[in-house]
């Protein structure tokens, strides 16, 4: 079945670019999101891209996809402390309601 | 501003009891989702529905099951709460449309004692 996945921790200092990267394996997604989601909060979008694009800029958010490995990255430029939350790799395919998510990277900035 | 409510930010059960978890969205939204998070496991789908009166097992469905009478209202209902159904649990919805957003209400705190 399909299946996304994200490793569970990221360690970063204020200032520096954090990169979160996810993996999926349904060559059918058509569009691959990212979402927030901060302490005792639900999740918000960050950003999304369509399986034919390779890269979108949104001010110091930068999401790169290499379809032919099934690999999408979250780059944040300067991350501050109010970055730190809980970021969700989630994928769609055409026909389908559902998103399926990954279980989320806990990005921890050190002031 | 968009908004998907929750009835409840936390509630505590006892064992036995049933539950009944609602949400409301004001965005006119066909597609509505029922979610557990649970640390380590990520969000997993209970529920969802499509339409009015129209429901779907996610992958998680056993000892739930849901309602939706009216378009902008999806319940959760635990028949019989137990001690492994202590999560936090989200509602979401969204459009039809293929790359709209899904929004997310601010999650319910469930404890089962």
């Known amino acids: 079945g399909e299946d996304v996945e994200q490793s569970l921790f990221l360690s970063v200092r204020e200032g520096d670019s954090s990169v979160i990267n996810c993996t999926y394996t349904?060559?059918?997604?058509?569009?691959l999101y990212w979402y927030k989601q901060e302490p005792g909060a639900g999740l918000q979008l960050l950003t999304y891209?369509?399986?034919?694009?390779d890269m979108k800029q949104d001010q110091r958010l930068t999401v790169l996809l290499n379809k032919k490995d099934k690999h999408l990255s979250l780059r944040i430029a300067d991350t501050q402390t109010g970055d730190s939350a809980i970021y969700f790799c989630a994928e769609t395919r055409a026909g389908s309601y559902q998103l399926t998510f990954g279980k989320g990277t806990k990005l921890s900035v050190i002031p | 501003d968009v908004k998907v409510t929750q009835s409840s930010r936390y509630l505590v059960k006892r064992t036995g009891e049933k539950v009944f978890l609602e949400c409301v969205q004001d965005?006119?939204?066909?597609?509505m989702f029922w979610y557990r998070q649970d640390p380590g496991l990520g969000l997993r789908l209970i529920y969802f529905?499509?339409?009015?009166?129209?429901?779907e097992k996610g992958d998680i469905p056993e000892g739930y099951s849901v309602s939706r009478e009216k378009k902008e209202r999806f319940s959760l209902i635990l028949e019989s709460a137990s001690t492994n159904q202590t999560s936090m649990y989200l509602c979401?919805?969204?459009?039809?449309?293929?790359?709209?957003?899904?929004?997310f209400g601010p999650g319910t705190r469930l404890t089962v004692t």
């Open positions: 965005m006119d939204h066909e597609n």
């Open positions: 979401a919805s969204r459009t039809g449309g293929h790359g709209d957003e899904q929004y």
């Open positions: 891209i369509f399986s034919n694009m």
């Open positions: 349904d060559s059918s997604s058509t569009y």
């Open positions: 529905s499509y339409d009015v009166k129209m429901k």
